[in-house]
């Protein structure tokens, strides 16, 4: 039952947060497929709202850390958990539950059909916003990502808290 409540709760901060950052597009350029950057990257209207690829790195890295933090302090604390195998099984596990549901409802059924999401000039890219392939790529790279960040995770959980 906690991991119920724990997934749903991790999936609507995670709706939450992307909420607020839909409200600027520009900020999350990178998130969107190649052939659409590289329009926006052409309109005259963004050329001096396009993050660079620092900001885009830090970006990912500052989140990293945080999400880190949160699910270190999640799974000691509100779980109990203080084993490497139970702190990586059981993060691995709420991680792919949100990656899957930023997929399915954030990416495909949200993002590709919300028009808040398509910018000046690409209006005509409509096969591009509709690619899902390119969210399905992103799931795979997450779930990458997962087994690197549960493992810290683990390891946070082991040996420091």
Known sequence: ??????????????????????KEPIKTLYNYPPKIQKRVKSIKEYQDKIPTENNKFSAKITASIIFVII???????????????????????????????????????????DKRFIFKGTEDMVKEYHNYWFHIKGFLIGEILALIICSITGLIITYIL
């Not at 039952?1 to 839909?22: A, N």
């Not at 509100?78 to 539950?97: C, H, P, Q, R, V």
């Open 71 to 113: 699910l270190s302090l999640i799974l000691r604390y509100i779980n109990g958990y203080t084993t490497f195998k139970e702190a990586f099984i059981y993060g691995f596990i709420l991680w792919t539950i949100v990656n899957l549901y930023d997929l399915i409802i954030l990416d495909i059924i949200w993002f590709c059909h």
């Open 1 to 22: 039952m906690i991991i119920f409540i724990e997934s749903i709760t991790l999936c609507i901060l995670f709706t939450i947060m992307i909420y607020f950052i839909s």
